[in-house]
């Protein structure tokens, strides 16, 4: 009997660690290039515990085609430069596939990358995976076929929260302040032309560009936005430039509305609670905690059970379970035919609802939200950063009224 | 592509009395903003000007003192923390002057500067490995968190108020304890004539870590009082680092009041400059549009508020090329 029981351990171990090692040779490994040090830090850790959750989780249930999937960490500090020597790193260690979000900068620059890269080495394909990074051009005049886009773009959110504010007949002066780099010259000028378009009757009583996550007082752009007389604020800022201008806001007791894409990330729920600002923020996602969607409240109880965070990145999630899907579709994890299954894709959202990839730019399309932050109801569940307060649903905008052209001419391999 | 559009950032209808707002506004911004300055650079000139050494790491020793002041509210509440943190700053700023300086002293300045350089990296690394690098939820105490006062209905929160008056409050003791006291006497000789000072009976070595420990622990205080008004991560070092050395270079090295006067004019400078819409384009008409998008239209439609964070470190070279000792400077730089 102990015999067999000893032949038996041997025998599992060693059966275990052949499946380790073979586990290790079939690896499918994701670079994550994305900052880990610097102003952008805070974001970027988030997103590394939301792709490691995910690689755990597709790891649960045997990987990708059986592959064990790993998330490979890369510090770009924010730094476009410093990311392309990261995305050589990654392909010199077998790394295929890449994701990135934070900054469009690095964004568009890692695009260019890629696709000389799988020009000059063809059999040796690198995919990107754009989580966040949201400038239009990326997939407009700029498209690759190697770039895959999962947040809605700039000017998707835009007309979005255009095409709410439309229905708001209270703002009457619109005052717009943005980060001074392509994606917040990108959101002013599609604010002033769709605003244009949907509200003639509203003035643009301000148009402010800041440097990026340099500003530590934002008191003396407060002071202008209130000489101005306008009552609500469309602005795309990210990071600690949205925590410190709410801030500032509070501070100067500012009564206006707010506009934004990314109030809800680091920091930003902090300081909106300590601005007392009730349900005046708003934001605009492809999904919100109290949704009450209930695949999406399970999984937001689950990631927040272990990874400590909110999700910020729904779309991340559908990044990863696509990806999954298109290898399956595909049969193969090889980039280039997984990029084909993934294009014109059709998909059920985290947060419910179809969405799909357009196989003419690789940008994303799936229904949009537009929730307000503070006092929660007996329904809403979800607070954030332990304020209390969270997101309430206002609006959602489904897949159909996201869809904007583009100018894109893919070129396939 | 990119659309172009160009940066005409007037505002219409702007009326005398929206003026006379912006500018009262502006001009309370400013000395708020150029005291909380003073706040931060006074522990560097004192110093600098006691000790002759640059300290790099003053904006760390700022950093822990937000920190240390974060944690100890949470334990023991604001004020105790307001009067421990710099304690803790201190302590630790003499830590690094017993150990760490004094050994190099002989080495020179050069010695004395690469160490606090290295200092300032170790800092940041050890403060993101404790307290992560996400920013902190370090409130403004529940006594300070209301409007001290109303202007064109703009709000100055007690909280800024009370910055303003530690701030004043520092500058009036630093400047009565060096120019008016025997301990600033004794100080300031041991700097020029350190032999003598030590043949009469004064122990050099420990001036001078008073001295290093003082301005750390004013570093801490500017933490303690800054970080719930701005944000508290570990990133706060980089970002407020350089413009205090701005600000010291601007108002002389080693002069209080030419820090003071210096962090006033350059708090204003920024508040103004953000204030102003004005450009090229606006001053001498758009530019043909035969130019395109190009880097000249770039210059030509920038506003002076876009290139706000800029201008002090203008002022930086400006002043080093027409006056290098700056204001009240007594010595090159």
């Known amino acids: 009997m102990r015999k067999t029981l000893t032949m038996t351990v041997l025998a599992l171990s060693v059966l275990g660690m052949t499946a380790m090692s073979a586990a290790a040779e079939d690896t499918l490994k994701i670079g994550y290039i994305d900052p880990l040090s610097g102003g952008g830090a805070s974001v970027g850790e988030g997103g590394l515990k939301t792709f490691q959750y995910l690689a755990d989780e597709l790891n649960a249930k045997g990987g990708i085609l059986g592959h064990k999937v790993e998330i490979v960490p890369l510090d770009n500090k924010t730094n476009p430069q410093e990311s392309l020597i990261q995305a050589q790193k990654a392909i010199d260690s077998g790394v295929r596939y890449i994701t990135q979000g934070n900054g469009s900068s690095v964004g568009a620059a890692l695009e260019d990358f890629v696709t000389k890269h799988n020009t000059r080495n063809p059999g040796k394909e690198l995919l990107y995976f754009n989580y966040a990074a949201v400038d239009p051009s990326m997939t407009n005049e700029k498209c690759s076929f190697w770039h895959f886009r999962w947040d809605a773009n700039s000017d998707v959110k835009m007309e979005a929260l255009t095409s709410y504010m439309k229905g708001v007949p209270s703002i009457k002066k619109v005052y717009l302040i943005n980060q001074d780099y392509s994606f917040g010259q990108s959101v002013r000028t599609e604010a002033r032309k769709m605003l244009a378009a949907k509200r003639p009757d509203v003035q643009i009583v301000g148009d402010e560009l800041h440097p990026l996550l340099k500003i530590t007082d934002f008191s003396p752009y407060i002071a202008k936005i209130k000489a101005s007389g306008a009552d609500s604020v469309v602005t795309g800022n990210w990071g600690q430039d949205i925590a410190l201008l709410l801030k500032a806001a509070a501070d100067a007791g500012l009564k206006v509305n707010w506009y934004t894409y ?21 934001q605009i996602t492809e999904g919100i905690p109290n949704s009450g969607y209930q695949p999406a409240v399970d999984f937001e109880k689950a990631f927040r059970a272990k990874a400590n965070m909110s999700l910020w990145y729904p779309r991340a999630v559908n990044e990863m379970r696509m990806f999954k899907l298109a290898a399956e579709k595909a049969k193969s994890i090889d980039p280039v035919k997984v990029a084909a299954a993934l294009e014109g894709m059709e998909f059920d959202v985290l947060d419910g609802g179809k969405g799909f990839m357009r196989k003419d730019d690789h940008q994303f399309f799936q229904p949009i939200y537009i929730s307000s932050f503070g006092n929660l109801t007996d329904k809403e569940t979800f607070d954030e950063e332990n304020t209390g307060w969270g997101w309430h649903l206002v609006s959602k905008i489904d897949t159909p009224q996201t869809m904007v052209p583009t100018t894109c001419k893919m070129k396939r391999p | 592509m990119l659309e172009f559009v160009p940066r005409n950032n007037a505002i219409p209808d702007t009326s005398e009395c929206i003026v006379l707002e912006l500018i009262v506004i502006s001009t309370i911004n400013g000395v708020l903003f150029g005291m909380l300055l003073f706040l931060l650079s006074s522990g560097l000139t004192v110093i600098f000007s006691m000790m002759g050494v640059l300290n790099f790491a003053h904006a760390s020793f700022y950093m822990l003192g937000a920190f240390f002041g974060f944690q100890l509210t949470r334990w023991i509440g604001f004020w105790p923390a307001l009067v421990l943190a710099p304690l803790l700053v201190g302590a630790i700023g003499m830590a690094v002057e017993r150990y760490g300086l004094r050994s190099i002293h002989k080495h020179g300045h050069v010695a004395e500067l690469l160490l606090t350089f290295g200092l300032a990296f170790a800092i940041e690394e050890i403060v993101s490995m404790i307290w992560g690098k996400s920013p902190m939820d370090y409130r403004v105490p529940a006594l300070l968190d ?113 820090a003071f006067i210096a962090s006033l004019f350059i708090g204003l400078v920024q508040t103004f400059a953000v204030a102003l819409n004005g450009s090229l384009a606006g001053a001498f008409g758009p530019l043909d549009p035969s130019f395109g998008p190009s880097i000249i239209t770039d210059i030509w439609n920038v506003t002076i508020s876009q290139i706000a964070p800029i201008l002090p470190y203008v002022l930086l070279v400006l002043i080093l090329i027409v006056r290098p000792m700056g204001l009240m400077g007594s010595r090159e730089t």
């Open chain 2, 146 to 258: 209301f409007p001290a006062f109303t202007v064109f209905s703009t709000n100055y929160p007690a909280y800024k108020i009370f910055m303003l008056a530690v701030s004043g409050a520092i500058f009036v003791a630093l400047l009565i304890t060096l120019k008016r006291t025997r301990v600033g006497l004794i100080v300031q000789a041991a700097l020029t004539h350190p032999n003598m000072v030590a043949h009469l009976g004064h122990n050099v070595g420990r001036v001078f870590m008073l001295v290093f420990g003082v301005g750390a622990a004013l570093a801490g205080v500017a933490g303690v009082i800054a970080g719930p008004a701005l944000v508290t991560q570990s990133d706060m070092a980089t970002l407020l680092g350089p413009i205090l050395f701005v600000v010291i270079v601007f108002g002389g090295l080693g002069s209080l009041s030419g």
């Open chain 1, 262 to 282: 990314y109030a809800g990330g680091a920091g930003g729920p902090t300081a909106i609670k300590q601005t007392n600002l009730n349900h005046q923020v708003f």
